[in-house]
């Protein structure tokens, strides 16, 4: 099955990717990697939804912060089209970055990377299986609680 086929099988329609807000490219392609630049958690319609700014422990709800990690996932897949035409052209995914904004004390962030990790599974089958990293920050762009970076290996 491709995986546009799976995106609609699980019911995601990939959105118009947003152009970078700063000196940066969404995309660098160097041999058979793909590297995509960290995605916020834009909802379909381009936007930060108000559930999704600020900070987790604080006035994120770590359900909101799961889902936050699940739109970024599906904004990587989406800058990913753009970049090779056909996202079976992905052989694997390498790599997830996820960066939570999320008060000091707050320790329990890997279950919110689990958004984008668990969807990129869901989208990508064995494929989709990745190394991750995880990191809680101080802020973030757009006051977003959630923003993941991605490598996939690619043909």
């Given at each position: 099955?491709?995986?546009?086929?799976?995106?609609?099988?699980?019911?995601?329609?990939?959105?118009?990717?947003?152009?970078?807000?700063?000196?940066?490219?969404?995309?660098?392609?160097?041999?058979?990697?793909?590297?995509?630049?960290?995605?916020?958690?834009?909802g379909?319609?381009g936007?930060?939804?108000?559930?999704?700014?600020?900070?987790?422990?604080?006035?994120?709800?770590?359900?909101?912060?799961?889902?936050?990690?699940?739109?970024?996932?599906?904004?990587?897949?989406?800058?990913?089209?753009?970049?090779?035409?056909?996202?079976?052209?992905i052989?694997?995914?390498?790599?997830?970055?996820?960066?939570?904004?999320?008060?000091?004390?707050?320790?329990?962030?890997?279950?919110?990377?689990?958004?984008?990790?668990?969807?990129?599974?869901?989208?990508?089958?064995?494929?989709?299986?990745?190394?991750?990293?995880?990191?809680?920050?101080?802020?973030?762009?757009?006051?977003?609680?959630?923003?993941?970076?991605?490598?996939?290996?690619?043909?």
């Amino acid at each position: 099955m491709s995986i546009e086929a799976k995106l609609k099988e699980l019911g995601v329609t990939l959105p118009t990717p947003g152009a970078p807000i700063a000196n940066y490219v969404p995309c660098v392609r160097t041999g058979s990697l793909l590297v995509v630049s960290g995605q916020l958690c834009l909802g379909a319609d381009g936007k930060l939804a108000d559930a999704h700014k600020g900070k987790l422990g604080g006035e994120v709800a770590a359900e909101a912060a799961i889902e936050a990690a699940r739109l970024c996932a599906i904004n990587i897949l989406a800058q990913a089209k753009v970049a090779l035409g056909s996202l079976d052209a992905i052989q694997r995914c390498v790599r997830l970055g996820g960066f939570i904004n999320c008060v000091p004390t707050y320790g329990a962030i890997a279950p919110v990377m689990n958004g984008a990790s668990d969807f990129m599974v869901a989208a990508l089958g064995d494929k989709g299986r990745h190394a991750r990293s995880t990191i809680g920050v101080a802020e973030l762009p757009l006051d977003a609680v959630v923003e993941v970076e991605a490598m996939f290996e690619v043909a």
